[in-house]
């Protein structure tokens, strides 16, 4: 749906009494979502590392740039589509890997996924997915997906996932390098809770046949330290095994795997001791583009270069890992200076509206992923609620295209911009 009709539809639903519950403001969004969730979901999904600094810095970034509006310059029904990865598409969003989405709403990943078809929007499986690749690509039809990958302490499970998505039909793998163990998320640690402890998110495990096997093995092993026995420990124990995918309740209550499974996981599903090196390994395991996620300084970009990757994703993982990091909006242009047109830049971390997007395409990105905005809309309507978050964001971007001037996203470039 083009901008203007998205528009008009809004106003004349409007007048009809009928207002969405999706609100277009950004900080609106947010605050809805939060009054929808649960206390743990908000700090999941809202918090940030540290003083969250750099939450707020990724959006205050965008701030240090402005749009300078162009007149007389037929701009009538602008053109969004963009090519990535050998691939037309119709815009430059890409939908980024978020964990857990069963905290926002019980249909999670399927849900964004029918919402990412529904507007031909490319969606990134998060390796902290609560439903199966598979299940989501089955949804998806053609539309573009991407893997994003983790890197285990198991090589085998790292082979066994990309192995997983390129049976599934995704078009790249983005393996995050910022996230080799989880930053102090004060949020979370406010409240003592990790969802993972809790059995969720944990969807790309249990399904994996060689994550199975590991956990085989696992419970061969003594037991290892437990929480202090509460009724609470108690309720979050039977909560764990109700979530594991197979088996009847009393089964997988008798076999331990459920509780197996967090414990296994916890142990093994990120590594600290990769390098550089290593990206020699995931090349001998796909022919897959590879991207790297979390790329912030100069120098890494050129390595990736080097390293024959195939993109990056500049992101600092929306401030949840090192509070006091650079924005990713100041990282850019270091980044696309660094790599010469040698391969795609991405940005992720900040994106709430149409002018962040066209400032970052002008500053050299070829696309953009958007983040939290859309687990808000799932939190408050499901599928329909990641939808209205997508069509939104697409015609506040195409009016604001248009309106600055340009037709096509291609015309946008550093004249385009004034750094305050």
Known sequence: ??????????????????????????????????????????????????????????????????????????????????????????????????????????????????????????????????????????????????????????????????????????????????????????????LGHLPFLHGKGLAQYTSDPVFQKLLDEFLQRPPAARPPVTTTTIQHLLGAVRRYPTGSFLHKLRSGRAMGAVSLFSGIYSNSTITWDDLAFLREQTQLPILLKGILHPDDARKAVDYGMDGIIVSNHGGRQVDGSISTIEALPGVVAAVKGQLPVLLDSGIRGGADVLKALALGAQAVCLGRPYVYGLALGGQAGVETVIRNLLADLELTLGLSGYKTLADLNLESLRPV
């Not at 402005?66 to 050998?86: A, K, T």
């Not at 996924?113 to 990134?124: M, S, V, Y």
Request: hydrophobic share 45%; proline share 6%.
């Open 1 to 190: 749906m083009r901008a203007l009709d998205w528009q008009r539809k809004i106003y004349l639903d409007g007048f009809a009494g009928k207002v969405s519950p999706i609100p277009p403001n950004s900080a609106q969004l947010e605050e809805a979502a939060r009054r929808k969730m649960t206390p743990a979901a908000a700090a999941y999904i809202l918090g940030g590392a540290g003083n969250e600094h750099t939450v707020l810095d990724n959006r205050r970034g965008f701030s240090t740039w402005q749009l300078v509006p162009r007149m007389l310059r037929n701009v009538e029904n602008p053109d969004l589509s963009i090519e990535l990865l050998g691939q037309k598409l119709s815009s430059p969003i890409l939908l980024a890997p978020i964990g857990v989405l069963e905290m926002a709403h019980p249909e999670a990943d399927l849900a964004v996924a029918r919402a990412a078809r529904a507007t031909n929007t490319p969606f990134i499986f998060s390796n902290q997915a609560s439903v199966p690749m598979e299940s989501c690509s089955a949804v998806m039809g053609d539309t573009m997906r991407l893997f994003q990958l983790y890197w285990s302490r198991s090589r085998d499970l790292v082979t066994s996932f990309v192995n997983r998505a390129e049976a599934c039909g995704c078009s790249a793998i983005v393996l995050t390098l910022d996230t080799t163990m989880l930053g102090w998320r004060t949020q979370d640690l406010a």
